[in-house]
């Protein structure tokens, strides 16, 4: 019944923007905590972004944080990344899940998230 689907990502130059999103589905939106995770070639998952239930506070990962934004609409069951001045090391695959956690040492979907569920994820590359 979880679903989680990923958006927005393409190939875009160094320096550019691009919007994801995230369309939540089978569980009570507002009640959970939101995070971007990305998983980068061959190294670990990386969350980069989380933000409250209420959307009242946000912490991002250094690597990111200055270029990256992300919000919510709880009435739209969705969550955003607003992702400016990319590099190329922000090529990844992203993914969005709830309760966002730090640790995740592996793959991101080897990790047991709450619901056990990942999307698919949406790639983001960049490149000139």
């Known amino acids: 019944q979880v679903q989680l689907v990923e958006s927005g990502g393409e190939l875009v130059q160094p320096g550019g923007s691009l919007r994801l999103s995230c369309a939540a589905s089978?569980?009570?939106?507002?009640?959970?905590?939101m995070g971007w995770y990305r998983q980068v070639p061959d190294e670990e998952c990386d969350l980069v972004a989380d933000i409250t239930n209420d959307g009242g506070k946000t912490n991002y990962a250094d690597s990111v944080k200055g270029r990256f934004t992300i919000s919510r609409d709880n009435a739209k069951n969705t969550v955003y990344l607003q992702m400016n001045s990319l590099k190329p090391e922000d090529t990844a695959v992203y993914y969005c899940?709830?309760?966002?956690?730090?640790?995740?040492?592996?793959?991101?979907?080897?990790?047991?998230?709450?619901?056990?569920?990942w999307g698919r994820g949406t790639q983001v590359t960049v490149t000139s």
């Open positions: 899940n709830v309760d966002p956690f730090s640790g995740i040492r592996g793959a991101c979907t080897g990790w047991g998230t709450t619901f056990g569920y």
């Open positions: 089978g569980f009570t939106f507002s009640n959970y905590d």
